[in-house]
């Protein structure tokens, strides 16, 4: 099967964000917005969707400033701006939480290295 071609998902990037990211639905005069898999698929013109194309598509509409995010079943479709608004945590947080989550792996490391070595001796 051939490979999905640039003009079809500059195509598709265009119907994202002018066809459906622009249009007014369910109460909202534009803004995100998610679609399964088969409409997707029915978009790209193919009859299978290949996690290749899938992310040729994400990297596409990215730099056309729409973010599109693979939930497995849904892809959920959000401009970029919005997503560089979300809150961040403070520093001290995110470094508080991440020391504490190396320690707690490094502590679960040594021991799952112990049962994997007993399962490999097992094989």
Known sequence: MAA???DRLKEVVQL???GVYEASFRGKSRGRFAITREQLRVALKVERLHTSTVRALQ???LRKGLVIIDLDDLFACVETNVVRGYRRPP???FTRLCD???KAT???A???DEEIEEDDDDA
């Open 4 to 6: 999905v071609s640039t």
């Open 16 to 18: 994202l964000w002018e």
């Open 59 to 61: 990297d596409r509409a």
């Open 91 to 93: 520093a001290d947080l």
């Open 100 to 102: 504490q989550y190396v």
């Open 106 to 108: 490094e502590d679960e």
């Open 110 to 112: 040594d021991t799952s």
